[in-house]
T-cell receptor
Framework: AQSVTQLDSHVSVSEGTPVLLRCNYSSSYSPSLFWYVQHPNKGLQLLLKYTSAATLVKGINGFEAEFKKSETSFHLTKPSAHMSDAAEYFCVVTPTLGNQFYFGTGTSLTVIP | DVKVTQSSRYLVKRTGEKVFLECVQDMDHENMFWYRQDPGLGLRLIYFSYDVKMKEKGDIPEGYSVSREKKERFSLILESASTNQTSMYLC????????????????FGQGTRLTVV
């Protein structure tokens, strides 16, 4: 069975400081992994994806994530938070074979001025 | 750019009404999905479809049905709306590559916030 655990439901950082949003997964061999962002009353927008190429993945808006198979983790980071980063973030996994997406419960990021 | 369009952003319906939520995608994707999103519960899959006229139940199909008569359109139907179906509903689509065993990402619509009174 596939599952995704986002270890923090809420994260609060000061503007200009690093962001770390944690995600662990259980999945089949060689899953695809994604991070999405959702601003209030909007749909989900893809930040970045890992599909078995480089383990360090760069996304939009300065975000990146590292796939660590030994730790079954796919943590999202950004060196310097901006006010516009305040949103809900979802870690998502799909198994090697199959058409479904499995979502974490989300992490709400607050950026303090 | 892939576009997934949901017919309504906000909807208010009465208990017992039959409600249709429409979703259209313009990239010829095989897979389409309906989720509902509630605070603290994340996204939960209601139904998905991997081809025209094909559908599979997700985690919470009770009280819902779906229709996919054309590849680009996936409709969610609330047969008799109830107040516990008040929620944000998100439609998504994706391509699948079964011969490579990899999915592309899901593309989401803007969501429909449904209130049942």
């Amino acid at each position: 069975a596939q599952s995704v655990t986002q270890l923090d439901s809420h994260v609060s950082v000061s503007e200009g400081t690093p962001v770390l949003l944690r995600c662990n997964y259980s999945s089949s061999y060689s899953p695809s992994l994604f991070w999405y962002v959702q601003h209030p009353n909007k749909g989900l927008q893809l930040l970045l994806k890992y599909t078995s190429a480089a383990t360090l993945v760069k996304g939009i808006n300065g975000f990146e994530a590292e796939f660590k198979k030994s730790e079954t983790s796919f943590h999202l980071t950004k060196p310097s938070a901006h006010m516009s980063d305040a949103a809900e973030y979802f870690c998502v996994v799909t198994p090697t074979l199959g058409n479904q997406f499995y979502f974490g419960t989300g992490t709400s990021l607050t950026v303090i001025p | 750019d892939v576009k997934v369009t949901q017919s309504s952003r906000y909807l208010v319906k009465r208990t017992g009404e039959k409600v249709f939520l429409e979703c259209v995608q313009d990239m010829d994707h095989e897979n389409m999905f309906w989720y509902r999103q509630d605070p603290g519960l994340g996204l939960r899959l209601i139904y998905f479809s991997y081809d025209v006229k094909m559908k599979e139940k997700g985690d919470i199909p009770e009280g819902y049905s779906v229709s996919r008569e054309k590849k680009e359109r996936f409709s969610l139907i609330l047969e008799s709306a109830s107040t516990n179906q008040t929620s944000m509903y998100l439609c998504a689509s994706s391509e699948s590559f079964p011969h490579r065993g990899k999915n592309t990402e899901a593309f989401f619509g803007q969501g429909t916030r449904l209130t049942v009174v």
